[in-house]
Nanobody
Framework: QVQLVESGGGLVQAGGSLRLSCAAS????????MGWYRQAPGKERELVAA???????NYADSVKGRFTISRDNAKNTVYLQMNSLKPEDTAVYYC??????????????WGQGTPVTVSS
């Protein structure tokens, strides 16, 4: 199993920046990809950005050029640098890990979520 703990959310003004962190523990050797999702009130959860163990990334169109996902494999931590934040980025952000081996694999594990609020 994999455990994920997020940090870094908060309140920021439009145009500001935040960096989210997600630390993984447990069967981290089985993690093939990690990503960030978000869920705004009344909306479905959506993928924001993802990164594979090899470093390949993909982003939602709405955040391209503003958000950057990165990964420190030695620390089993993934980051989401969010710049030029907009009020529509307000949501609870969830870290996720795709697990490819071990008991329960394949599976998608979730963190507890960290709220991001962008004021106009």
């Amino acid at each position: 199993q994999v455990q994920l703990v997020e940090s870094g959310g908060g309140l920021v003004q439009a145009g500001g920046s935040l960096r989210l962190s997600c630390a993984a523990s447990g069967d981290t050797i089985c993690i093939s990809a990690m990503g960030w999702y978000r869920q705004a009130p009344g909306k479905e959860r959506e993928l924001v950005a993802a990164i594979t163990s090899g470093g390949s990334t993909n982003y939602a169109d709405s955040v391209k050029g503003r958000f950057t996902i990165s990964r420190d494999n030695a620390k089993n931590t993934v980051y989401l640098q969010m710049n030029s934040l907009k009020p529509e980025d307000t949501a609870v952000y969830y870290c996720a890990a795709q697990v490819a081996c071990g008991p329960g694999a394949p599976g998608l594990y979730w963190g507890q979520g960290t709220p991001v609020t962008v004021s106009s």
